[in-house]
C-alpha cells in the first residue's frame, strides 16, 4: 500500500468520523433544542393555566364578597326600616293610653293580676294612670310610678311573683311575631 493512499484512507477516516461526530452533534443539538422548546411551552402553559387559576379564584372571591357587602346593606336596611316601624308601633300603643278603651284594658290587665297573682297583689303603673288605677284597683295600688309606655306592673303579695303587663314588655315578648308582621 502507498503512502499516499494510507493517508487518503486516513483522510476519508477523519472526514467519515468527522461527519459522524457532527451528524451526531446537530441530532444532539436539535433534540435539545426541541427539549429546550418542550419544556419553554410545557412551563408556559402550567403558568397560563395557574394565572387562571388564581384570577379565577380571586374573581370569585371578589364576588362572594361583593354578594356578602350587598346581603348586609340590604339585612342593615331592612333592620332600619323595621326599627323604624317598631318605633311606629310604640308610639301608636303611646297614643292608646288616651283612647278612651284603655280604662277598659286596665281593668282586664288589674283582674288577670289577681287571678295570677292572688289577694294582697300591688299594682304599680304609670303616674299619667295613676288616678284611673287607684279606682280600678283600689286599696291594691301602689302610687309608684313605673317608667312604661302603659299597662301595669303586678307584684304578689310577698314580692316573690312579678306580673308584668306593660306595652314594653309585652311588645319586647312579641317582638319577633311583630317584625314578621312588619317586613
Avoid: C, N, W
Wanted: hydrophobic share 40%.
Amino acid at each position: 500500500m502507498s503512502l499516499d493512499r494510507l493517508v487518503e484512507e486516513i483522510r476519508q477516516r477523519g472526514a467519515s468520523e468527522l461527519a459522524k461526530i457532527q451528524s451526531t452533534a446537530e441530532a444532539d443539538r436539535a433534540r435539545l433544542a426541541a427539549e429546550r422548546d418542550r419544556r419553554v411551552a410545557e412551563i408556559r402553559e402550567h403558568a397560563q393555566r395557574t394565572t387562571a387559576a388564581e384570577i379565577a379564584r380571586d374573581r370569585a372571591q371578589r364576588l362572594a364578597a361583593a354578594h356578602l357587602l350587598a346581603r348586609k346593606a340590604t339585612y342593615e336596611a331592612r333592620e332600619r326600616r323595621l326599627q323604624q316601624s317598631l318605633g311606629e308601633v310604640r308610639e301608636l300603643l303611646r297614643s292608646y293610653t288616651a283612647d278612651p278603651a284603655y280604662p277598659k284594658l286596665l281593668e282586664r290587665m288589674v283582674a288577670r293580676a289577681h287571678r295570677e297573682l292572688g289577694e294582697g297583689v300591688r299594682i304599680r303603673g304609670r303616674s299619667e294612670d295613676a288616678s284611673t288605677l287607684s279606682r280600678i284597683a283600689g286599696p291594691r295600688f301602689d302610687a309608684t310610678a313605673v317608667p312604661i309606655l302603659g299597662g301595669i306592673v303586678a307584684l304578689s303579695a310577698d314580692g316573690r311573683r312579678r306580673l308584668t303587663l306593660s306595652f314594653d314588655e309585652l311588645l319586647r315578648l312579641r317582638e319577633d311575631r311583630v317584625r314578621e308582621l312588619l317586613a
